[in-house]
């Protein structure tokens, strides 16, 4: 899916550019984030042990990224998650293995584990190199450290959930049952954004001519790339219905295909 739409809406729509449309945000307050874990979903414990992976809110004293014990590592390997010590090739055989993957158009890792287990200063000499904990790395670290403790668990106040519904149930009815809804439809022609839930982003036209022409000087089809006026109007005026309501400019694949069109 692309990230620019084409809406019919009246000559007269007045909805503020590059501000989500009204009719796409619900006025009503949903789950409150839960007061003890923050939204993390994670007991104390549990959560305080995830806080100082990294330590980035602290002075970074408790910080214990690049010294996970020898379990940790094991928890990583029993997850797939240590592929530049396990997926690379040790003896010849393994680099033929190799060699022939990659000359059938494979990458360059080995299909199956090499049967080595990384020791823990190896492992966190290497993160230290690269910094390559990510944020699943991360989770299992803090699972394997939580459950050795014996402090591994959910938070007992959201049961896990990281939110807590709202205490008016008044306010939750009408949060659960507002439905979204479009802007109204008209003879006007004005491009939207839809990298957020969708806002307009031109001003209205009376013809797809004239959009294009504004979106000739002033849009962009993908970041900063820019088209031409007669890419705009074959986006606009395509086989597409324009009476319909709204359409999607950017079609799977039409990005590329506009990469060598005149701009």
């Known amino acids: 899916m692309g990230h620019r739409t084409l809406k019919r809406v009246p000559l007269d729509f007045q909805g503020p550019l590059d501000k989500v449309w009204e009719g796409y945000i619900n006025p009503y307050p949903g789950p409150l984030t839960c007061n003890l874990c923050d939204g993390s979903s994670q007991n104390t414990a549990t ?3 995830a806080d100082e992976f990294y330590d980035h809110d ?17 928890a ?27 000359a059938d158009g ?38 394997a450290r939580a459950k050795r403790l014996g402090v591994f668990g959910k938070c007992p106040v959201c049961n896990g959930e990281g939110t807590l519904p709202h ?17 109204p439809t008209g003879d006007g022609y004005q491009l939207w954004e839809t990298c957020s839930e969708g806002s307009p982003v031109s001003p209205v036209f009376a013809s797809a ?20 006026r007669a890419n705009w109007l074959k986006m606009f005026v395509g086989e597409d219905d324009l009476d319909t309501g709204s359409l999607l400019v950017m079609q799977p694949g039409f990005i590329g295909a506009l990469a060598n069109a005149p701009k």
Not at 121 to 143: C, G, M, P, T, Y
């Open 106 to 143: 494979g990458n360059s890792w080995l299909p199956y584990d090499n049967g080595r287990i990384p020791t823990a200063d190896e492992v966190n000499k290497w993160n230290q190199r690269s910094f390559s904990h990510d944020a699943i790395n991360r989770w299992i670290l803090v699972e």
């Open 58 to 74: 602290g002075d970074g004293s408790r910080r214990w990224c690049n010294s996970i014990t020898q379990d940790e590592v094991q």
């Open 47 to 49: 959560k305080q042990i």
């Open 167 to 183: 205490p008016n149930e008044a306010i939750r009815k009408l949060h659960e049952e507002w439905k979204e809804y479009e802007p």
């Open 209 to 228: 001519e004239e959009l294009a022409d504004w979106c000739a000087e002033n849009a962009t089809i993908f970041a900063s790339e820019k088209t031409s």
């Open 76 to 102: 990583l390997v029993d997850e797939g998650r240590l592929m530049d010590f396990t997926r690379v090739p040790l003896n010849d055989e393994q680099r033929e293995v190799v060699r022939k993957k990659v």
